[in-house]
């Protein structure tokens, strides 16, 4: 199926979820619904860089809070009592993506020459001192956290949640078709042989650095911009949980537990997950919520490494089809040994 | 004949192992060179030096005109520089026609070429024809034998189309009519105008192939010249007796 | 901020102090991660659970945090190589590990965690003891016995690595097995076995670690996440695995920081290691004692 084609059918499936929720008359749903979209946004934003690259990013919380706070200071700014919300989401949304993708460019950078350990060693210490930062930031509320009074309507969507409902939707489903773009395209192929061999990729011609910043950038602007509607969505930001590993571990779980080498892994993922635990959260607790996620990416990474796509395709198809994604096995090696150059490796 | 790759006094050292010292190689447009040595001795030290998989601490390499020791690796494969690995490092999340592609849509298209997606199907059915693996174009690199690993690490190799192809224990393991197979390909190559780099255990292939036979013992060059001379240099026989 | 000479000197104190502390939470991550390659996340998440059992025997029997420790640290070292027996079945072995490997160690660091506050809940916890309290002065500089005792007891550890490491059977085995596999299969020795043994000596100092960090202050569940950027910080800047080099590399942290905490305030110290993080990375992988 070509690109444009897909991207209109997701459309009209957002629509007839949109036009569904409408009917139940209950804007519970809408809020219910836009946490799951944006870990569809997140989830698929992870895998372009962990599935299609190989290298964990365990700073989602961080990326997702850049785009969040991006939006506090651009309210801190220039929204007035005069003029409430004169910035429009979709321009809070491309900054905040800016900013992320530009931090993630700088972080990729310094790391992403080393072996993929380190970045992700990085990315978790990046969400820590992000967080110092803002709370060391009295601008944007500090420790605190900041209000951001959001409108109860907007013409012409009736009340402002469907609004972000739909934005949060359009995100999503440009997300799903951008990861499918990049699945499909040269640049696709050449993550690809990044996860599986970086020494080999590069012997192949393949310009390993480049292609890991691009999916790095890619990757860490769709996240900030899931962030970007944030502050309208919650009224009240606060550092704390906005950093917290509550984003990362989800944007890790859901793709690992839908499976990582296509874009349909992160999707189902993430409607499975996040729809569980709205339910969880409403029933049991929150606390008991992260558990399970967090249980249920141990269970899965250990019996299901290819995730719930990898199960499906070994009941439908025959043998040598049944991997997706598979690594290169072996320890004949020793590991490689870290050296100043950016591709280093023992002599063999 | 012009000088196509020039080792300039090559060092590299691991930690306080030495493991190639004050090495100088030149290699002609055309040439088909033959790199023996006894295990350890350093010669895919030597080939990864080149190839920019490892960095040399001291000596330069030119390669075309340039030099090219400070370029990472894929910028060296641009320029015409390809190897296959010791160990086959195939992508194994890949079909092996997709294997092979890579090098066309990264070094090939890199250096203005862009074929039309036909051609470049062509082309990858006619390279893994070459190795014969052709028949098992969809499957995927677990499917083969360690025979046919080899095969296909240097049907990707060849597929950058590179002026200077080292081909790193190709041949291991092969029987002896896959050998006179691979050779076959790689006179091919040679006659078409590609410089070949052979690092061969096999001495039968090594001889049959060779025009120019150098040696390394323990990180240095011990001798370098016509293949029936080498072999009767002492301190070769003494190198491959001795041990 | 007023600069003073005794402030100077009391900040780089108990930067030294700290630092010791930090060596004695680093050194078992410099076998997980520096010596065996393991890249163990979940490190902290142990160490909190350390505090815990501490805080536990403690609160409920009276008995020294750092008593507490050692008594459960067989418990520790069992935890440990069942861990490792994990890992390596489900990654190690299916050479899985850059990925999914990574992402169960983010899952187990997050489990624990999460039932620690299920359990606990996330009030502070603290513990009490003899040393916890008083302070020497000598001089104008002053010794707090709370910060120089863990200071002490974390050195000896280390020094015992050490020695365990280089002087034994087991520890040259640790040692070789980055190095050259097939050279301890040679000698009939299992390398999985060696890494489980190294990997589950990894855990049990993460027992005492954790009870150190008890005494130096209260503790909650998720503290153990500003340690993974400091860790990580100070094994590679130690030169990944190697023991003198974490303690030079984390006193050296814990006087930046502390220098930090006295002049710019507490709350910028984690941005600190996080800082050497990346400059180590990005200028000298191989870290600060590196070749």
């Not at chain 1, 499918?180 to 050449?190: D, F, P, Q």
């Not at chain 1, 917290?244 to 997950?273: E, F, K, Q, R």
């Not at chain 2, 849509?105 to 074929?115: N, P, Q, S």
């Given at each position: 199926?070509?690109?444009?084609?897909?991207f209109?059918?997701?459309?009209?499936?957002?629509?007839?979820?949109?036009?569904?929720a409408?009917?139940?008359g209950?804007?519970?749903?809408?809020?219910?619904?836009?946490?799951?979209?944006?870990?569809?946004?997140?989830?698929?934003?992870?895998?372009?860089?962990?599935?299609?690259?190989?290298?964990?990013?365990?700073?989602?919380?961080?990326?997702?809070?850049?785009?969040?706070y991006?939006?506090?200071?651009?309210?801190?700014?220039?929204?007035?009592?005069?003029?409430p919300h004169?910035?429009?989401i979709?321009v809070?949304?491309?900054v905040?993506?800016?900013?992320?993708?530009v931090?993630?460019?700088?972080?990729?950078?310094?790391?992403?020459?080393?072996?993929?350990?380190?970045?992700?060693?990085?990315?978790?210490?990046?969400?820590?001192?992000?967080?110092t930062?803002?709370?060391?930031?009295?601008?944007?509320?500090?420790?605190?956290?900041?209000?951001?009074?959001?409108?109860?309507?907007?013409?012409?969507?009736?009340?402002?949640?469907?609004?972000?409902f739909?934005?949060?939707?359009?995100?999503a489903?440009?997300?799903?078709?951008?990861?499918?773009?990049?699945?499909?395209?040269?640049?696709?192929?050449?993550?690809a042989?990044?996860?599986d061999?970086?020494?080999?990729?590069?012997?192949?011609?393949?310009?390993?650095?480049?292609?890991?910043?691009?999916?790095t950038?890619?990757?860490?602007?769709?996240?900030?911009?899931?962030?970007?509607?944030?502050?309208?969505?919650i009224?009240?930001?606060?550092?704390?949980?906005t950093?917290?590993?509550?984003?990362?571990?989800?944007?890790?779980?859901?793709?690992?537990?839908?499976?990582?080498?296509?874009?349909v892994?992160?999707?189902?993922?993430?409607?499975?997950?996040?729809?569980?635990?709205?339910?969880?959260?409403?029933?049991?607790?929150?606390?008991?919520?992260?558990?399970?996620?967090?249980?249920?990416?141990?269970?899965?990474?250990?019996?299901?490494?290819?995730?719930?796509?990898?199960?499906?395709h070994?009941?439908?198809q025959?043998?040598?089809?049944?991997?997706v994604?598979?690594?290169?096995?072996?320890?004949?090696?020793?590991?490689?040994?870290?050296?100043?150059?950016p591709?280093?490796?023992?002599?063999? | 004949?012009?000088?196509?790759?020039?080792?300039?006094?090559l060092?590299?050292?691991?930690?306080g192992?030495?493991?190639?010292?004050n090495?100088?190689?030149?290699?002609?447009?055309?040439?088909?060179?033959?790199l023996?040595?006894?295990?350890?001795?350093g010669?895919?030290?030597?080939?990864n030096?080149?190839?920019?998989?490892?960095r040399?601490?001291?000596?330069?390499?030119?390669?075309?005109?340039r030099q090219i020791d400070r370029?990472p690796?894929?910028?060296?494969?641009?320029?015409?520089?390809?190897?296959?690995?010791?160990?086959?490092?195939?992508?194994?999340?890949?079909?092996?026609?997709?294997?092979?592609?890579?090098?066309?849509?990264y070094?090939?298209?890199?250096?203005?070429t862009?074929?039309?997606?036909?051609?470049?199907?062509?082309?990858?059915?006619?390279?893994?024809?070459?190795?014969?693996?052709?028949?098992?174009?969809?499957?995927?690199?677990?499917d083969?034998?360690?025979?046919?690993?080899?095969?296909?690490?240097?049907?990707?190799?060849?597929?950058?189309?590179?002026?200077l192809?080292?081909?790193?224990e190709?041949?291991?393991?092969?029987?002896?009519?896959?050998?006179?197979?691979?050779?076959?390909?790689?006179?091919?190559?040679?006659?078409?105008?590609?410089?070949?780099?052979?690092?061969?255990?096999?001495?039968?292939?090594?001889?049959?192939?060779?025009?120019?036979?150098?040696?390394?013992?323990?990180?240095?060059?011990?001798?370098?010249?016509?293949?029936?001379?080498?072999?009767r240099?002492?301190e070769?026989?003494?190198?491959?007796?001795?041990? | 901020?007023?600069?003073?000479?005794d402030?100077?000197?009391?900040?780089?104190?108990?930067?030294?102090l700290?630092?010791?502390?930090?060596?004695?939470?680093t050194?078992?991550?410099?076998?997980?991660?520096g010596?065996?390659?393991?890249?163990n996340?979940?490190?902290?998440?142990?160490?909190?659970?350390?505090?815990?059992?501490?805080?536990?025997a403690?609160?409920?029997?009276?008995?020294?945090?750092?008593?507490?420790?050692?008594?459960?640290?067989?418990?520790?070292?069992a935890?440990?190589?069942?861990?490792?027996?994990?890992?390596?079945?489900?990654?190690?072995?299916?050479?899985?590990?850059s990925?999914?490997?990574?992402?169960?160690f983010?899952?187990?660091?997050?489990?624990?965690?999460?039932?620690?506050?299920?359990?606990f809940?996330?009030?502070?916890?603290?513990?009490?003891?003899?040393?916890?309290?008083?302070?020497w002065h000598?001089?104008?500089?002053?010794?707090?016995?709370?910060?120089?005792?863990?200071?002490?007891?974390?050195?000896?550890?280390?020094?015992?690595?050490?020695?365990?490491?280089?002087?034994?059977?087991?520890g040259?085995?640790i040692?070789?097995v980055?190095?050259?596999?097939?050279?301890?299969?040679?000698?009939a020795?299992?390398?999985?076995?060696?890494?489980?043994?190294a990997?589950?000596?990894?855990i049990a100092?993460?027992?005492?670690?954790?009870?150190?960090l008890?005494?130096?202050?209260?503790?909650?569940?998720?503290?153990g996440?500003d340690y993974?950027?400091?860790?990580?910080?100070?094994?590679?800047?130690?030169?990944?695995?190697?023991?003198?080099?974490?303690?030079?590399?984390?006193?050296?942290?814990?006087?930046?920081?502390?220098?930090?905490?006295?002049?710019?305030?507490?709350?910028?110290?984690?941005?600190?290691?996080?800082?050497f993080?990346?400059?180590?990375?990005?200028?000298?992988?191989?870290?600060?004692?590196?070749?």
């Amino acid at each position: 199926m070509r690109t444009i084609p897909f991207f209109l059918i997701c459309l009209v499936i957002g629509g007839i979820a949109f036009a569904a929720a409408l009917t139940l008359g209950n804007d519970y749903y809408f809020f219910a619904g836009y946490v799951v979209l944006q870990y569809v946004v997140l989830s698929t934003a992870w895998n372009i860089l962990g599935g299609y690259c190989g290298y964990v990013n365990f700073g989602t919380g961080a990326f997702f809070a850049l785009g969040a706070y991006s939006t506090v200071t651009i309210y801190t700014l220039i929204d007035t009592n005069a003029f409430p919300h004169v910035v429009p989401i979709p321009v809070l949304m491309l900054v905040g993506g800016a900013v992320s993708a530009v931090v993630g460019l700088g972080m990729g950078y310094l790391t992403l020459r080393l072996r993929g350990a380190f970045f992700a060693i990085a990315t978790l210490a990046m969400a820590v001192v992000l967080e110092t930062l803002v709370v060391n930031w009295d601008f944007v509320g500090g420790s605190r956290g900041a209000f951001i009074i959001r409108p109860e309507t907007i013409a012409p969507f009736g009340s402002y949640i469907r609004y972000l409902f739909l934005i949060m939707l359009l995100l999503a489903v440009a997300s799903l078709t951008i990861a499918r773009l990049i699945e499909r395209s040269r640049l696709g192929y050449g993550l690809a042989t990044i996860r599986d061999d970086e020494f080999a990729a590069e012997a192949a011609g393949v310009p390993t650095l480049r292609l890991k910043l691009i999916a790095t950038t890619i990757s860490g602007a769709l996240m900030g911009m899931a962030g970007a509607p944030f502050p309208y969505y919650i009224g009240y930001l606060q550092p704390q949980p906005t950093f917290a590993l509550d984003y990362a571990v989800n944007a890790i779980a859901m793709p690992l537990i839908g499976g990582t080498s296509t874009w349909v892994g992160p999707l189902i993922g993430a409607l499975l997950l996040g729809s569980l635990q709205q339910i969880i959260i409403v029933t049991i607790s929150s606390a008991v919520n992260l558990l399970l996620v967090g249980a249920l990416l141990v269970a899965f990474v250990i019996l299901a490494p290819n995730g719930i796509v990898g199960l499906a395709h070994k009941y439908l198809q025959h043998k040598d089809d049944d991997f997706v994604g598979r690594r290169r096995t072996g320890l004949e090696a020793p590991a490689p040994q870290v050296e100043s150059s950016p591709t280093s490796e023992a002599p063999s | 004949m012009s000088e196509l790759l020039e080792v300039d006094n090559l060092g590299k050292r691991f930690g306080g192992f030495v493991a190639l010292e004050n090495i100088s190689l030149s290699v002609a447009a055309g040439e088909r060179l033959g790199l023996i040595g006894p295990n350890g001795s350093g010669k895919s030290t030597l080939v990864n030096c080149i190839c920019g998989t490892l960095r040399n601490e001291q000596g330069s390499v030119r390669f075309d005109g340039r030099q090219i020791d400070r370029l990472p690796a894929h910028r060296r494969t641009h320029l015409g520089l390809a190897r296959s690995f010791q160990l086959p490092r195939p992508f194994v999340s890949m079909s092996l026609i997709e294997n092979v592609r890579i090098p066309l849509l990264y070094t090939v298209e890199a250096r203005g070429t862009r074929h039309a997606a036909e051609q470049i199907e062509e082309r990858c059915h006619g390279l893994l024809r070459e190795v014969g693996l052709e028949a098992k174009a969809r499957r995927r690199p677990s499917d083969l034998t360690q025979v046919e690993m080899r095969k296909l690490e240097l049907a990707r190799a060849v597929a950058a189309e590179p002026k200077l192809l080292i081909a790193d224990e190709a041949m291991a393991g092969l029987t002896h009519s896959e050998i006179e197979d691979i050779l076959a390909l790689l006179v091919r190559l040679n006659e078409q105008g590609v410089t070949v780099i052979l690092i061969e255990h096999i001495m039968s292939a090594v001889m049959s192939f060779s025009r120019r036979l150098v040696v390394l013992v323990s990180g240095r060059k011990i001798a370098d010249g016509q293949p029936e001379d080498v072999m009767r240099d002492p301190e070769v026989e003494r190198a491959y007796l001795g041990q | 901020m007023i600069f003073s000479f005794d402030l100077l000197s009391n900040a780089i104190i108990s930067g030294i102090l700290i630092g010791g502390f930090y060596a004695a939470v680093t050194s078992g991550l410099s076998l997980s991660f520096g010596i065996l390659d393991i890249v163990n996340l979940a490190h902290p998440a142990f160490i909190i659970l350390g505090s815990y059992a501490a805080y536990v025997a403690n609160s409920k029997f009276g008995i020294d945090p750092i008593v507490a420790a050692i008594i459960v640290l067989p418990a520790f070292y069992a935890l440990g190589a069942a861990v490792y027996q994990i890992y390596y079945v489900a990654f190690e072995k299916r050479g899985q590990e850059s990925l999914r490997g990574l992402a169960f160690f983010f899952g187990l660091l997050f489990i624990t965690e999460v039932s620690l506050v299920l359990y606990f809940g996330v009030d502070y916890r603290d513990v009490s003891a003899a040393y916890i309290g008083p302070t020497w002065h000598l001089g104008d500089v002053d010794l707090p016995l709370r910060l120089l005792t863990p200071c002490l007891v974390s050195l000896a550890l280390i020094a015992c690595l050490q020695l365990v490491l280089t002087r034994t059977f087991v520890g040259r085995a640790i040692m070789a097995v980055a190095q050259d596999q097939l050279a301890l299969r040679l000698m009939a020795v299992n390398p999985v076995r060696i890494k489980r043994i190294a990997f589950a000596i990894s855990i049990a100092t993460a027992s005492l670690a954790g009870a150190f960090l008890i005494i130096i202050q209260p503790v909650e569940p998720s503290v153990g996440r500003d340690y993974i950027g400091r860790i990580f910080a100070i094994c590679v800047l130690g030169g990944m695995g190697s023991l003198p080099g974490t303690v030079i590399a984390a006193i050296l942290i814990g006087v930046i920081e502390s220098l930090t905490a006295t002049f710019y305030g507490p709350s910028w110290a984690p941005a600190v290691s996080f800082g050497f993080l990346l400059l180590t990375l990005a200028v000298r992988p191989a870290g600060l004692l590196g070749r």
